[in-house]
């Protein structure tokens, strides 16, 4: 089984959880954007923008360069791999758990068929 970093996983979607920090990652995947460019865009703070930007790059979804008084955004150099490994396997696990179920319903269709066949 393949080990996780919890720590990351936790930052990860901790970052993702919130509905603006997802808006910001797909922002940045068509390019490179200042603070104020995304708190334009989200109707937002510079200080809401720099929180939300923060939580992001703590989780390395993001990184930031400061030039001069301009700190441009851009997505960070790792992807979501072991978050996306993370999921597929609870995937895996609810895919079995339903197969066994419709097993087990089948079962019993087939049962309640063939009782009622029996007393008719």
Known sequence: MVQFCTARLDASFAALAD???????E???S???SITELADT???TLTGMKKHVGVLE????????KVGRVRTCRLGLRGLEEEAAWIEGRRRIWNAR????DVVVAALK???RDDGQQSG
């Open 19 to 25: 509905a603006t920090r997802r808006g910001v990652l």
């Open 27 to 29: 922002r940045l995947g």
């Open 31 to 33: 390019g490179d954007a």
């Open 42 to 44: 989200f109707h937002m």
């Open 58 to 65: 703590q989780a390395g979804l993001v990184t930031t360069e």
């Open 98 to 101: 339903f197969d066994a179920l």
């Open 110 to 112: 087939r049962k309640e």
